[in-house]
């Protein structure tokens, strides 16, 4: 088992900015693929950013150009940094760690942290 524990969120204006950061429990870090994934309220969970073991990365389509994920394999942490916030924004953002083993697909989620965009 892997824990996931995120930080970072919080109130903030229109087009201000926030860094989320996610910690993982595991001496083997640099071998998952992580991503931030968020729902807002009445909607489904969805893709925001991911990042593979050798750091490549992609974006939804509405955060492309605003947000940008990272990550530290020496804290075992995942960063993502969020400029130019929208009130379409504001959700409930969830940290994942994947890795598959053997064939077999092991995901892993964080207990999730809000961000709240609003004047």
């Known amino acids: 088992q892997v824990q996931l524990v995120e930080s970072g969120g919080g109130v903030v204006q229109p087009g201000g900015s926030l860094r989320l950061a996610c910690v993982a429990s595991?001496?083997?870090?640099?071998?998952?693929?992580m991503s931030w994934h968020r729902q807002a309220p009445g909607k489904q969970r969805e893709l925001v950013a991911g990042?593979?073991?050798?750091?490549?990365?992609n974006y939804a389509d509405a955060v492309k150009g605003r947000f940008t994920i990272s990550r530290d394999n020496d804290r075992s942490t995942v960063y993502l940094h969020m400029n130019d916030l929208k009130p379409d924004d504001t959700a409930v953002y969830y940290c994942?760690?994947?890795?598959?083993?053997?064939?077999?697909?092991?995901?892993?989620w964080g207990q999730g942290t809000q961000v709240t965009v609003s004047s």
């Open positions: 994942n760690a994947h890795i598959t083993t053997w064939g077999l697909p092991s995901d892993f």
């Open positions: 990042i593979t073991q050798s750091s490549n990365t």
């Open positions: 595991t001496a083997r870090f640099k071998f998952y693929s």
